[in-house]
């Protein structure tokens, strides 16, 4: 996991409409960017539907917020569809942004180690910089605790 101080890693992504978006066009805002496994799966459900709920909140703090993962931006589309989703999801095909944020590794499940997304957190001021990092992220506290953090900086 990347350290808070340092800068965010720019990237170059695409959302389900196929609209790229880097780290520069957030500049100026506060940036939640989280990575999430696969789209329709339980938790990633549960987390986008509870980013989801609170997006106004987080809105009302000058905060955009953005997921990735793996999935494509097809796979994108259908999940925000069903799920109302507002805000931006990002396809990460080739996981180098995944790679970049370290948020990618090793994960043991049922006693079988593979190589997976990790659920991790960052925050991002608008300079830049990362300012709340977090890895392996309960799917269904994670965007209320992410909140508190912006309410209480």
């Known amino acids: ?76 589309a259908k999940f925000a569809e069903k799920h109302s989703l507002p805000f931006i999801l990002l396809s990460d095909t080739d996981k180098s942004v995944h790679e970049a944020y370290e948020a990618i590794g090793e994960k043991k499940l049922y006693g079988k180690v593979t190589v997976g997304t990790i659920r991790t957190t960052y925050v991002v001021d608008g300079d830049g910089n990362i300012i709340y990092a977090k890895a392996g992220v309960s799917p269904d506290s994670n965007p209320a605790e992410v909140l508190e953090f912006l309410k209480n900086r």
């Not at 409409?17 to 990575?35: C, H, N, P, R, W």
């Open 1 to 76: 996991m990347l350290a808070t101080g340092r800068k965010a890693p720019d990237f170059t992504l695409s959302d389900a409409e196929g609209k790229t978006y880097s780290l520069a066009d957030f500049a100026g805002k506060i940036l939640v960017l989280y990575f999430y496994p696969k789209d329709n799966t339980p938790g990633c459900t549960r987390q986008a539907c509870a980013f989801g709920a609170l997006y106004g909140q987080f809105r009302a703090l000058g905060a955009e917020v953005v997921g990735i993962s793996k999935d494509s931006p097809a796979s994108h």
